[in-house]
């Protein structure tokens, strides 16, 4: 289903389950992940929500969701523009925990919302903001870019879509450990060490759920627990465990 404005394509979805896709040009109260906001110009990106129905997933393991998702937009996006138009200097890369970023700057975001049911996940309403043709932001996003920027070219979100839905369809079939394998290969710094910094929890809701703590440590990436939990390695050999919004990776804009 195709809607020229809605507040959100999550919400519409949850409030109409005989929609299986709905897509949009501007979202009035686009969100992401923890309440954050997302901007998007009115008919320059990829806006959509698509409902995974009894995906036969135990709840522990629901992780798995997310990284086919993640690894569904990412081939999607190669298969449009083509792997030789993405600079090497920015490859394109899954940041943990479901962002899609080429180089050190974010091309899109995925909000996952499960429904529980017998200890399995019922359904999932997977909402994907994609910058395509945007080239312009105003408010504080930090290092936003699109495809635009990335290849000087345009392109017609509805095409990306369509191949996001048949790679996702098709990811999901595979066993785990073939999706975990295609997720960590295209993980967001995924060697090396880099800058971190634990980050306060704020239980509140609001837009900013956390806050710097002013704890940054160089760690590198050791390995993604099936809940989706990065365990990270200090250079001292000591490994510590984050939850999502525990810690977030340094970038210099």
Known sequence: MYIAETNSTNDLLRQHPEYVTVRTDFQTSGRGQQGNGWESERGKNLLFSTLLLRPQIAVEQQFVISMAVCVALRQAVLDTVGADSISQDSPLCIKWPNDLYAGDRKLAGILIENTLSEGHIGQSIIGIGLNVNQQQWFSDA?????????????YEPEIIMQAFLRNLSEIMQQPLAEIRSAYMDSLYRKTGFHLWEEREVNLLPTMNQSLPTNRSFEAHIADITDQGELLLRLRNGEEKTYHFKQVKYVINN
């Open 142 to 154: 930090p290092n936003p870019t699109s495809l635009c920027l990335l290849t000087g070219c345009t």
